[in-house]
Every structure is written in C-alpha cells, then in structure tokens.
T-cell receptor, first 114, second 117 residues
Framework: DGGITQSPKYLFRKEGQNVTLSCEQN?????MYWYRQDPGQGLRLIYY???????QKGDIAEGYSVSREKKESFPLTVTSAQKNPTAFYLC?????????????FGDGTRLSIL | AQSVTQLGSHVSVSEGALVLLRCNYS??????LFWYVQYPNQGLQLLLK??????LVKGINGFEAEFKKSETSFHLTKPSAHMSDAAEYFC???????????????FGKGTKLSVKP
C-alpha cells in the first residue's frame, strides 16, 4: 500500500543538539510538507517543497532546516536554534500545484526535550 | 488571505445524538475545503472534500458537510454519533495563490469531539 512513513515515532533531544526527523513517501507525489502541531494551535506549516531540489519556508521556519534531494524523501532537521522544539511533527504529501487535491499525512513524530 | 475558524475547541455529545462541528472560512476566490480527523498520536485522515462539484459532500464513516457560500460555512455533521467518533477534527482551506503555494492548506485550530455513552 502507498503511504507516508515517518520515523522515529518518538524522539528525544538534548540541549544544543540537532535532530533529524525522517519522512518517506511512495505515493509518487511531487509536493511534500512539514507541520508542527501544538495543543490548541492546529497545524502550522514549517517548510514545503513542490519539487525535488526546491523548498520554501512556511510560517514558522526559524530553527528548522530541510532538504529535498529525492522525490520520496523530505527530512526535517530541528536545530539547536529552535528553543521550544517539544511538539508533534507531521509530514504530508500531495499532487503538485493543485488546490483541489488533499494532502496525505504520516503518523507523526513526537519530539521531547531531555 | 484565506483563513479558517472552527467554533468550539471542545464539543461533547451523547452516543446516538447529532454531531455538528462548525467551520467558517474566508477567501477571496472560490475555495477548496477539507475536513480531516485525527485520533490520538496519529496523523490526519481525510474525511471529505469540497471541490465545487456539489454543495453537499458525503465522506467516510457517515459524515457529511454542506458548503454554503452565502454563510461562508462548511459545517460537518453526522446524524448519530458513535463512541468511535471521539477524535479531533480539523477544517482546512486550500491556498489558491499561484506561484508556488498552490495546494498549501490553512488549518483551523481543531475541535475535539467527545462522545458520552
């Protein structure tokens, strides 16, 4: 079955450490997205990529970085510059550049601070 | 700019009662609208979408939503709640700006549905 795989499911970060969250999809979608979810705040867009080797900042990109070297993969790095990284992170994908197509989501990674 | 407002962060209903979750949007162009459901510690699952074909949209698990342009609303309903419907529900509007952000979704803050036995 096609879908989106996020790993790990739980991740712990020490002070001053960078951590990378994995997102892989086999839906053959061009567009991929990273969201941060905090209780009562809905989903906020961190970064998105409409095509390989290109990505754009979302609403809350500070303290995060991404790469898009392969169509299937869109890893997110939470850097030490992100002072409040504890959250639930969701990756999604969709057909590129089409407003009427839904996004498909992975099962998320929960990041906590040690 | 588009935006989404979900009225009520928590809604509680009895099993078998009507479920009504409210969503209002603002958009300067005809919108595409979506409802998603999220169970604890999981990702979002698409319930239904409105893409201008019909104003009454039927989704999975017995849910439906009606697009009302005059009220800028897209409320989600289910005639009879089941215990398994307890989850968080998100309404979203698709960003229709051209130049790279087309297809981005703007989410409401979510409504947590509780179902009492």
């Amino acid at each position: 079955d096609g879908g989106i795989t996020q790993s790990p499911k739980y991740l712990f970060r020490k002070e001053g450490q960078n951590v990378t969250l994995s997102c892989e999809q086999n839906l053959n979608h061009d567009a991929m997205y990273w969201y941060r979810q905090d209780p009562g705040q809905g989903l906020r867009l961190i970064y998105y990529s409409q095509i390989v080797n290109d990505f754009q900042k979302g609403d809350i990109a500070e303290g995060y970085s991404v790469s898009r070297e392969k169509k299937e993969s869109f890893p997110l790095t939470v850097t030490s510059a992100q002072k409040n990284p504890t959250a639930f992170y969701l990756c999604a994908s969709s057909i590129r550049g089409t407003s009427n197509q839904p996004q498909h989501f992975g099962d998320g990674t929960r990041l906590s601070i040690l | 700019a588009q935006s989404v407002t979900q009225l009520g962060s928590h809604v509680s209903v009895s099993e078998g009662a009507l479920v009504l979750l409210r969503c209002n949007y603002s958009s300067s162009v005809p919108p595409y609208l979506f409802w998603y459901v999220q169970y604890p510690n999981q990702g979002l699952q698409l319930l239904l979408k409105y893409t201008s074909a019909a104003t009454l949209v039927k989704g999975i698990n017995g849910f439906e939503a009606e697009f009302k342009k005059s009220e800028t609303s897209f409320h989600l309903t289910k005639p009879s709640a089941h215990m398994s419907d307890a989850a968080e529900y998100f309404c979203a509007v698709s960003e229709s700006n051209y130049g790279g952000s087309q297809g981005n979704l703007i989410f409401g803050k979510g409504t947590k549905l509780s179902v009492k036995p």
